[in-house]
């Protein structure tokens, strides 16, 4: 899947050929491969359960508003773990 779209709505070929729309509902994790020195970034697809997610590179990337949104979540989750840490000792 190789995507260069601006908003979070994706046109990719079924099994039978034929065109379907996905819609990505959030970006759920992310994961830098040292292999490829790439990094990758778990979708979940709108209407789609957990078992359907998919793992793209960021060089496909197509909806930059939800990694935005995604990063600005793992800031504050981040920010979150480091003040129970403080708070423990």
């Known amino acids: 899947m190789r995507h260069r779209k601006?908003?979070?709505?994706?046109?990719?070929?079924?099994?039978?050929?034929?065109?379907?729309?996905?819609?990505?509902?959030?970006?759920?994790g992310h994961w830098y491969d040292p292999q490829t020195t790439t990094l990758k970034y778990i979708f979940k697809w709108k209407g789609y359960s957990k078992i359907h997610n998919t793992?793209?590179?960021?060089s496909s990337l197509f909806c930059?508003?939800?990694?935005?949104?995604?990063w600005e979540r793992y800031?504050?989750?981040?920010?979150?773990q480091q003040q129970q840490q403080l708070e423990q000792t």
């Open 64 to 70: 930059e508003k939800l990694v935005h949104e995604y």
């Open 75 to 80: 800031d504050q989750h981040q920010q979150q």
């Open 6 to 28: 601006p908003t979070t709505k994706v046109k990719e070929p079924t099994a039978d050929f034929d065109s379907e729309e996905y819609e990505v509902e959030r970006v759920a």
């Open 55 to 58: 793992w793209e590179p960021d």
